[in-house]
């Protein structure tokens, strides 16, 4: 039977006879980056950052093997910015990571930067800052590098590119103060106002009968993950996070925050009526849940834009793919005994300045006064040497080509979605909610499958969790940190040094980054306190407020504001009292007292006179 020729099955052939023929294309995008106004829920417009005076982002797009040259241009005027290009291991290129203070500076406002780097992974990916919590307030948008060995293109017609979000109203510079402040003892995050659907709400994909579509699902959502299904239809997984997989019939999924899908969907082959679908924000995530607050977003597949667009049915509960189950296309083996483990437990607390912060295993980051990448670039043999990173960016030093086992233990009741840069990693054991910490002893967990799902971002469940392994095949300063944007600000993150003196002998670091630091006075060489001259020094080092005292809960700190509030007023009441000038009747009042005492008579008629009660907050 023939196939009909697609625009997808053209592009595709076109594509593949042109990279017979020539080399690799370089393919160079110019990103002004300024602030625009947006109104995407149709509920509140505010400023949002746009590229080249528009927003919603364009999608990137490239070829396996192209040049990918960004040159930003950042016209914010009020803030720094940078760009990550998450899932891409930039292999050989660390300095193109793009997280501020560790492989770059924040790049100045009115100042150009240049990022070069080989698109050489297939698959779905997205670009967003990494600087300040900065990514919320627009900079995001899918990325996508098409591979001319697709193992399912002779199955595909069309390709759908969707991302999925959530939404604030507010500012990121607005909430960020709030969220870390005394007032928020609890951690609790700011509850989004909307959901969106490639950036807006409402949306309709044109379908036609009898059609295979890839559809390409992005989260690239501050905090929320979202369930996602299409009425009358199922889909079937062939991708997560840039690794293709083995087919898997799904009738729903979980996308987390930074967390890719791609799926065929196969269309009916009748037009007699119109499919919504929906994603549905997890409110499990959410501390309160606003009684204005619509956690779904609905799209259509329209088959015929005569008919109407019906209702979706929502569900009681979800049933979404379980994707520890999934099992990569080139079913790459089970990495064998770990050369290093690295236990992170994870935790979420209040500090001795009465603020919120997030922890592995009782450190919470802080940003070094040099970045990272370029301590290593700096340091010569004390690379090798964790210290001189500082103690709160939490760094550990990997040795080349080894296999690298982490296990995170969730010690906090929400759910966590963790991302490894510069590498995909097996998922080797994921418990269940309410599991416990991992037990190396239990065979139960320690039963690991033969071809793990490999991804970059995976959601370790509450109080449950996860063992990862990976090789340390790409030298670079790396982080693994919770995606969920509140818990970056609050500081769950740790570095990954891997094989710091190979990179020192393979890499240079451009110009134009160095400037970036100049501009802002920011040192490029030395240690975490840039100390260029003892790198084992770590004397005025960026660090965190000290623990709170032993015995002290959040609670208990709130309890004690209030109550400190409470006595400070009482006091000024007193002292206001103490030095204001005695009324007629006060003074009256006073002489009588005094003769009262005078007489010595011990039942005299003594009148209490203003005095403020105390009133202590009920713990």
């Not at 009909?4 to 980056?33: G, M, Q, R």
Request: glycine share 8%; net charge negative.
């Amino acid at each position: 039977m023939a196939i009909p020729l697609s625009p997808f099955h053209i592009l595709s052939a076109l594509l593949l006879a042109f990279s017979l023929l020539t080399e690799a294309a370089t393919v160079t995008y110019d990103f002004n980056i300024t602030w625009v106004r947006a109104n995407p829920d149709g509920a509140y417009e505010r400023p949002t950052i746009g590229i080249n005076g528009k927003w919603p982002l364009p999608v990137m797009r490239a070829n396996v093997g192209d040049q990918v040259i960004v040159n930003v241009d950042n016209q914010l005027g009020n803030q720094t910015t940078t760009l990550h290009f998450h899932g891409l291991f930039m292999n050989g290129t660390n300095h193109m990571d793009g997280p501020a203070q560790v492989t770059q500076c924040g790049i100045p406002s009115g100042s150009r930067f240049v990022y070069n780097f080989t698109a050489d992974q297939p698959g779905t990916y997205w670009y967003h800052s990494h600087d300040k919590g900065q990514y919320p307030d627009g900079l995001r948008a899918p990325f996508i590098i098409t591979d001319p060995d697709f193992p399912y293109a002779d199955e595909v017609d069309e390709e759908v590119v969707l991302s999925v979000s959530d939404w604030y109203h507010k500012e990121m510079q607005v909430w960020i103060p709030k969220f870390l402040g005394v007032e928020n003892p609890t951690g609790a995050e700011p509850v989004p106002q909307a959901v969106l659907l490639n950036d807006t709400q409402n949306i309709t994909v044109s379908v036609k009968p009898g059609t295979t579509y890839l559809f390409r699902v992005v989260n690239i959502g501050a905090f929320a993950g979202q369930y996602i299904w299409f009425e009358g239809h199922n889909i079937t997984i062939v991708e997560v996070d840039g690794v293709w997989t083995k087919k898997a019939e799904a009738e729903s999924i979980y996308v987390a925050a930074a967390q890719r899908y791609s799926f065929l969907l196969t269309t009916k082959n009748d037009t007699s009526a119109n499919f919504a679908f929906v994603t549905s924000m997890d409110t499990s995530l959410f501390d309160v849940l606003p009684d204005d607050l619509n956690w779904n977003g609905t799209g259509w597949l329209v088959y015929d834009d005569t008919k109407a667009l019906p209702d979706a049915a929502f569900v009681d509960e979800y049933n979404d793919f379980d994707d520890f189950n999934l099992v990569p296309y080139d079913e790459m083996p089970l990495l064998q005994e770990p050369h290093q483990t690295i236990s992170f437990d994870v935790v979420m607390d209040v500090l001795g300045n009465g603020k919120p912060y997030a922890f592995f295993n009782n450190i919470t980051y802080v940003s070094p006064k040099v970045p990272t990448l370029y301590t290593i670039m700096s340091a010569g043999d004390n690379a090798a040497d964790a210290a001189v990173y500082g103690e709160f960016t939490h760094s550990f030093v990997l040795d080349y080509e080894q296999t690298i086992e982490i296990v995170v233990n969730n010690l906090d009741s929400g759910k966590h979605p963790f991302h490894l840069h510069g590498h995909n990693f097996q998922v080797i054991q994921r418990s269940d909610e309410d599991a416990g910490i991992f037990d190396s002893t239990n065979t139960t967990q320690t039963t690991y499958p033969s071809t793990p799902m490999r991804r970059d971002t995976v959601v370790l469940r509450p109080s449950g969790h996860l063992v990862l392994r990976f090789k340390s095949d790409n030298p670079g300063a790396w982080l693994f940190h919770c995606h969920i944007e509140w818990h970056v600000d609050q500081g769950l993150i740790a570095t990954m040094i891997e094989a710091p003196l190979q990179l020192q002998k393979s890499l240079t670091i451009p110009a134009n980054h160095i400037a970036a630091c100049e501009a802002r006075g920011i040192p490029y060489t030395g240690n975490a306190a840039a100390n260029t001259v003892d790198f084992l020094d770590l004397k005025g080092a960026n660090v965190a407020p000290r623990p709170l005292p032993a015995g002290f809960t959040a609670r208990g700190i709130v309890a004690l504001l209030f109550s400190c509030l409470a006595a400070l007023l009482g006091l000024a009441t007193i002292t206001w009292y103490g030095l204001a000038e005695m009324g007629d009747a006060d003074k009256e009042a006073e002489k009588k007292r005094l003769e009262g005492e005078g007489s010595g008579s011990g039942s005299g008629n003594r009148e209490a006179v203003f005095v403020p009660e105390v009133v202590p907050v009920k713990q």
